[in-house]
């Protein structure tokens, strides 16, 4: 039996701590008892409103219909029975449910994400972009910029506010993510990592975006990077290019 089984009828995830995938009341798909959700998470295809792969890899969502509305159910490897060793073996799985996931749901609801993505790694950063060299913040409330090197920075935090991020650092938001620079150029994302290590990623390579619960922003590159940025209370240049970038190559909101 595998981890994730589908058939004509019903999707179904088993997994060991049951906690984490609990029907809560308000949760439970249509039709189905709550007590499924003690070993095995089930939804018929009939009540799913979309299947998605669009956060971090190798995560993906599936909303289903309840009494009370649309529920969201975040499946993470973790969480999931015989789901163990390198993640990139559970793929082909996970693929094979979104290619049959095509005769069943229509186009719109069917986001493919990091299944269809190109696999890529961080790549070893050369040299650090000039940052005093004609540099053009990333404004919403400004375009037809000329095209310079230097499009947005975002500075080192303070040592309160590393403080404070270090402390709020959890399983989703890591520390050793949390970049200490970032700098987007006219072509790619420069990011300088708390171990010292400087890489880069290429700007069209963006494939998602995510707010977390705690408001940082997470940006999904490839098949399984991600740039993770912690809330700032003043606005981010960063994060207005990205979030253009996310516009542009994605063609969200």
Known sequence: MSWLEFDDEYLVLHHD????????????????SPLVGQSRAQVAWSNIASLEATGPFPEIVIQYHTKEGVH???????????????????????????????????PEDLRAGWTAAEDVEWAPLEEWPDEERDVVFASPYRSGAPREEVRAIREAPASVEAMLQWLASSDDRPWREHPKRV????????????????VRVSRHLLRGRRRTDSGDRAYYYGRRLRLLLPLRDDACPVVWALDADYRRYVGGD
């Open 17 to 32: 701590l049951w906690r984490w995938l609990w029907w809560e009341p308000a949760h439970t798909p249509r039709g189905i």
């Open 183 to 198: 700098v987007v150029t006219s072509r790619d994302v420069c990011v300088e990592r708390r171990d010292g290590r400087r």
């Open 72 to 106: 969201a159910l975040h499946a993470r490897p973790r969480w999931l029975s015989r789901m163990r060793g390198d993640p990139s073996e559970w793929v082909p799985r996970i693929e094979q449910l979104f290619e049959f996931a095509r005769g069943r749901l229509p």
